[in-house]
Structures are given as C-alpha cells and as structure tokens.
Nanobody, 122 residues
Framework: QVELVESGGGLVQPGGSLRLSCDSS????????ISWFRQAPGKEREFVAA????????YYTDSVKGRFTISRDKAQNTAFLQMNTLKPEDAGLYFC???????????????WGQGTQVTVSS
C-alpha cells in the first residue's frame, strides 16, 4: 500500500512563496514519476509539474514555468514543489501523485495523496 502525504500548504499573499512536500510511505523507484496537480473549486484537476525519479527530468505546465520548481530528495524519498511569485489563480488543493509513466492527465497516476490547500489572497 502506497501512501502519499502532502504538506506545506497555507495562506500566502500574492507574490509570496510556499514549498510543498510529498512524502511516500513506500520506496520510490527510478522508473516512477511524481507529479503535482491542483484543483480549484468547481474546476477540474489540472497538471502542474512532474519529475522523473531516476533522471530528475522535469516538466511544467506553461502557467507555472519560471515560478515553480519541482525537485526530489532520494534519500528522504520526498518530492518538493517550490512555488514563487504566487498568484491568486494558483490557489487550490494541491495533490501529489505517483505513476509508472509521465502524463498530464490524472488517469496516468495510480497513487494519490489527500492534498494540501494553497490560498493566495491579500
């Protein structure tokens, strides 16, 4: 049983920063991909960023390029999402997910966390 736990969400003013963490109860292998998705009220879950665990290759949706950075710490078995210059439209429930391949649709991923809330407001 794989359990993913997100943390680090909170309330931040526009222009501020947050760092999200995704801890896994099970070992993450080189073949795995860890992704971050977000979901705003009344909207579909959307892809934000992904990282290939083995190579460290990263992928981003256009709206966060240059502002967000996904990374991983293999020793801690933890993935991170550093979010800078946050905008109100970045608000939502942020989920991490683990899959065996890279994709931008939720159906690509087998395991999901419960999410951490990000609120961007002055």
């Amino acid at each position: 049983q794989v359990e993913l736990v997100e943390s680090g969400g909170g309330l931040v003013q526009p222009g501020g920063s947050l760092r999200l963490s995704c801890d896994s109860s099970a070992r993450t292998y080189s073949s795995h991909v860890i992704s971050w998705f977000r979901q705003a009220p009344g909207k579909e879950r959307e892809f934000v960023a992904a990282i290939r665990w083995g190579t460290g290759a990263t992928y981003y949706t256009d709206s966060v390029k240059g502002r967000f950075t996904i990374s991983r710490d293999k020793a801690q078995n933890t993935a991170f999402l550093q979010m800078n210059t946050l905008k109100p439209e970045d608000a939502g429930l942020y989920f991490c997910a683990r899959g065996n391949s890279y994709g931008t649709t939720p159906s690509t991923y087998l395991h999901w966390g419960q999410g951490t809330q990000v609120t961007v407001s002055s």
